[in-house]
């Protein structure tokens, strides 16, 4: 680029001056704007050209993607709740109850092709998509890109704020920006060094149906509609795919960014579209995002108003000084990120840019730090993207540039949802879980009156797709979708799970009265209403899918619907085994633990094909995609525990061999999957081979395929195209490799990969209520603290030795183990 080749054509003594002065000029404006190399850093020496290299901040509202031009910098902005569309009717399809008597005569009598086809049937509207909001730009005069030196940008974990900086014709430029939780605003800060050295615009512009204009004081004001309808991208160029509402006060989402110079040096000034500084050394920036929404259950027009309460969330920062702003930034986020620690060693590699590091470690370089810098940057994103208060992280998390994202960029609850979350108790992030368990809630409202609806059920449940507005029926336009994909009702039986992942980690009984366990038992309730005698008399599910895969019968028909595949069976099985344990814990439902355990007795065993894998279905049925990027027979062995290497050895040693069938290939989501599944089998070594495949550097500026997953230059996660799911199920599958529990009982280094015969990890959590570190050497385990949060004894398992532990709430238990 123009900077790495200019750079080498100036003097060593031009350098030196320029460095000299940069260090001046930071040290008296407060430090280095976050871009210095660290173990905790990604940086790069030449500016974003696409959005999978720009660096993502956010406050679990605000989103921001900073590119970090030298004369035109582009921020993007989302905020968490601009999506399109309103609150859904659940009752969508009264013809679809009447279907699902014929689906299942058609499943019993073994006329698969007709059950796909009557199950068509019971489909409802797809899901509304997340929108983006718009882009902020900081267009600097007198910078020639031409003639730019020393350019770097980066992204500082430690105190979630990116930095540029950059010489061009003897003046030195810096920019910090940080989305800050505690203000609810981005953060920019600008210095150039030199008496007036800088002058810039700034200005808005958005893909929505928006207006930008100034105010009298100087302030910037983008403000705008979503649109009331959009339909999904992969439907392509369709008619009426962007649908506005065009009544001055109709439907859609209102939002609104708001700019505001906080304190420069210079002459601020204004044109009817952009604010202008002139002659300044520093500019400090607010930026305030807002929206109308006002609950998945309310129209969006009819909410707050979006550009005054920017205003207000501006007022309130007014007279604050940069350096107050960032300490309570930096304290918010390291009461979170600080929690946890990981070292696996460095190599030179570490002295690299980013995107250089990616490329050389799929070249088969070793880079043990930037497999730990992957693993924080998960923990990062989730800190960023989901705070309580907000909205569940969504595919892309809350960073999307398109008018109709990919997938719409909603919730796939059929795996990506979940993955989402899977980090959030084992990595000591558990208040980041609270939107999704919020989210549940909402889900059963609306899931209560489709379980109902669609199938006759009490209780709730929820299918393939979600959005804001706590869409639950199944999706597919009507009979337009696969069953492959759009019949599929088992979404809140899933995530019912992380209800009682939640309640296992912090172990708060009046949550999981007043929370967890009525959302739990909703979801079975629908469960038993859903299962049906079968011919051999096991209750079973029907029609049932395995989330986008197809069966071949032994006469050739390649099909999806069928009864009771291994994936429902786990999820359902799953739920009963989770609220049998709430109940019991809370002194609740005698009866209905009663109905639960006796349906549980009456389902089918799992099976071991002619082949020695799982069974993916309820027959012995080949897969016309062997190695098909989805795993769900294997929920059983992760995320849940029904599968185990020690409790059942024969079913462990099945997923074993259907693991090996599927292969090490698949998207970014899928890699990071089978790290975690070969975690849970023991295997560091795989588990190790599928990190560092997960890692496999994707050019953003080459054409999308939706296969062959990877990590772009930012490291987020390459489906391909970006979805962040993968991120966190790489963050989780590196936390499996070293620490797994079950309540009561720990497993330490549990899957520890040759790779890293030395390191140490500090904070990870256990199931039971337990802080745990790590220290080991030569491949072995040295020492371990384990801090309880309540007193009662567990078990420490390594390798072939258990210890049990009396343990006391806040007294650090400290296991020493001989080299």
């Not at 990506?416 to 000591?428: D, F, G, L, Q």
Request: glycine letters at 12%.
């Amino acid at each position: 680029m123009a900077g790495k080749r200019l750079f080498s054509k100036m003097s060593v003594r031009r350098l030196a001056l320029l460095g000299l002065s940069l260090a001046v000029c930071l040290a008296a404006s407060g430090g280095r704007p976050g871009v210095a190399p660290g173990r905790l850093a990604l940086w790069y020496d030449k500016p974003a050209a696409a959005f999978e290299e720009a660096l993502p901040l956010g406050n679990g509202r605000i989103g921001a993607m900073v590119y970090g031009g030298p004369a035109a910098d582009r921020i993007g902005l989302n905020e968490a709740t601009l999506w399109t569309g309103g609150p859904v009717n659940p009752a969508v399809n009264p013809g679809a109850i009447q279907a699902l008597p014929l689906v299942r005569e058609a499943l019993f009598k073994g006329d698969y092709r007709k059950a796909d086809e009557l199950t068509k049937r019971m489909q409802g509207r797809y899901s509304e998509s997340y929108a983006p909001l718009g882009d902020l730009f900081i267009e600097t005069a007198g910078v020639d890109t031409e003639a730019v030196t020393g350019y770097r940008r980066g992204l500082d974990l430690e105190t979630a704020a990116a930095g540029v900086e950059f010489a061009s014709a003897g003046v030195l430029y810096t920019r910090e920006v940080f989305a800050s939780h505690p203000a609810r605003l981005l953060i920019i800060r600008l210095t150039a060094s030199g008496r007036g050295g800088l002058s810039f615009a700034l200005r808005f512009a958005s893909l929505l149906r928006h207006d930008v204009r100034t105010t009298e004081t100087n302030d910037l004001i983008l403000a705008g509609r979503a649109p009331a309808h959009a339909d999904p991208s992969y439907l392509g160029d369709v008619k009426d795919a962007i649908v506005y509402d065009e009544a001055a006060a109709g439907k859609g989402m209102r939002f609104a960014a708001r700019a505001r110079i906080l304190v420069t040096d210079g002459r601020v000034g204004r044109r009817p579209d952009a604010i202008t500084v002139d002659g300044a050394r520093e500019v400090l920036i607010a930026v305030a995002v807002e929206t109308s929404f006002a609950g998945f259950d309310k129209e969006p027009f009819l909410g707050p108003d979006p550009v005054r309460a920017a205003e207000e969330r501006l007022d309130v920062a007014a007279g604050r000084s940069f350096a107050g702003l960032k300490a309570d930034h930096v304290k918010d986020y390291r009461a979170l990120f600080g929690r946890v620690d990981l070292d696996l060693g460095s190599t030179p590699q570490s002295a690299l840019p980013t995107d250089r590091r990616l490329i050389d470690y799929a070249g088969g370089a070793s880079d043990p730090g930037l497999e730990a810098l992957y693993f924080q940057f998960g923990r990062y994103l989730l800190i960023a993207g989901s705070r309580p208060g907000g909205p569940a992280v969504n595919l892309q998390g809350i960073w999307n540039p398109h008018l109709r994202p990919p997938w719409s960029s909603n919730y796939t609850v059929n795996i990506n949802t979940e993955m989402n979350y899977w980090p959030a108790e084992t990595t000591n992030l558990a208040e980041c879980h609270e939107p999704l368990l919020r989210f549940l809630g909402d889900l059963a409202e609306t899931g209560a009156v489709t379980a109902r609806h669609f199938y006759g059920a009490a209780g709730w449940c929820c299918h393939h797709n979600s959005d804001l507005w706590a869409l639950t029926n199944p999706v597919g336009d009507f009979g337009q979708g696969s069953p492959i994909w759009a019949n599929w009702p088992m979404g809140g039986v899933w995530l019912s799970r992380h209800l009682w992942e939640h309640y296992l980690f912090g172990g708060d009984q009046a949550w999981l009265r007043r929370t967890g366990y009525p959302l739990m038992k909703g979801a079975a309730e629908f469960a038993l209403d859903w299962l049906v005698e079968g011919p051999d008399g096991f209750l079973v599910t029907a029609p049932a899918t395995s989330p986008e895969n197809q069966y071949r019968t032994p006469g050739g028909y390649a099909g999806a619907v069928s009864i009771m595949t291994t994936a429902d069976l786990t999820l359902i099985r799953g739920l009963f085994l989770d609220v049998l344990e709430a109940s019991g814990v809370l002194g609740l439902d005698a009866d209905f633990r009663a109905r639960v355990r006796g349906a549980l007795d009456r389902l089918p065993p799992y099976k071991v094909g002619r082949l020695g894998n799982l069974q993916e279905w309820y027959e012995d049925w080949d897969d016309p995609e062997p190695q098909h990027r989805h795993v769900s027979h294997l929920i059983g062995l992760f995320p849940d525990h029904q599968i185990d290497l020690n409790a059942t050895p024969a079913l462990a040693a099945a997923a074993r061999r259907s693991l090996e069938f599927r292969g090490d290939g698949g998207t970014g989501w899928s890699k990071a999957w089978k790290i975690n599944l070969w975690a849970r089998l023991g295997d560091g070594d795989h588990a190790y081979r599928m990190l560092r495949t997960h890692l496999q550097f994707v050019d953003p500026t080459g054409r999308t395929e939706y296969k062959g997953g990877g990590t772009y230059p930012n490291l987020f996660d390459a489906h391909p195209p970006f979805q962040i799911d993968g991120n966190f199920g790489g963050t989780s599958g590196v936390a499996e490799m070293l620490l797994q529990s079950r309540p009561g009982e720990i497993s330490l280094l549990p899957a520890l990969p040759a790779a890293w015969p030395a390191g140490s990890v500090r904070g990870l959590r256990a199931r039971g209520g337990y802080t745990v570190d790590e220290t080991w050497r030569n491949g072995k385990l040295v020492e371990a603290v384990i801090r309880p949060d309540r007193d009662g004894p567990f078990r420490i398992g390594y390798g072939k030795e258990m210890r049990r532990v009396a343990g006391r709430a806040g007294r650090a238990a400290r296991i020493v183990f001989p080299t």
